[in-house]
């Protein structure tokens, strides 16, 4: 993940944190609120490629917001293995940086001037990174596809 993010010249942070059970507890443990905390979603579209969604920890995918943004029909979240075979990370370690394929990236349009933290590819550390240049760097597609929890 640090050779990935190096390469397309991105300047990360990466922390240890303890372990938490909860996106709010690791917002507590790391001492910024769970909106800085951008889940890494692995999407599988029907015809079995992927893409990560970028969503706010305090929010949810709007499915068919998505849907329709990618164009197509279905998405769903795969069961675990399946992620992991898609990106190489286990759930709760995702980051679109350093996955085994280059999955295309759509964020949502909140995360857009901040300084967020993902998962950094293993249990127990988050990855700090500047949101607009992640997603310049991803080439990243940006949209409102997020909703309230």
Do not use: C
């Not at 001492?31 to 029907?46: A, C, E, M, Q, W």
């Not at 992927?50 to 068919?64: E, K």
């Amino acid at each position: 993940m640090r050779e990935a993010a190096s390469a397309l010249g991105l300047s990360v942070e990466v922390r240890e944190r303890p372990e938490a059970r909860s996106l709010p507890e690791a917002a507590e443990l790391l001492g910024i609120s769970p909106v800085d905390i951008v889940k890494t979603l692995v999407v599988k579209r029907s015809d079995d490629t992927f893409l990560f969604a970028l969503i706010p920890g305090d929010r949810a995918i709007a499915w068919p917001k998505l849907r329709q943004l990618v164009g197509v029909n279905k998405l769903k979240l795969p069961d675990a293995d399946i992620a992991l075979a898609a990106t190489g990370y286990e759930r709760g370690t995702i980051v679109p940086l350093g996955s085994t394929t280059a999955w295309p990236v759509f964020a949502d349009e909140s995360i857009r001037g901040r300084r967020i933290a993902l998962g950094a590819g293993a249990h127990g550390f988050s990855l700090f990174v500047d949101a607009d240049a992640l997603l310049q760097a991803l080439d990243a597609t940006v949209a409102d596809i997020s909703q309230p929890l």
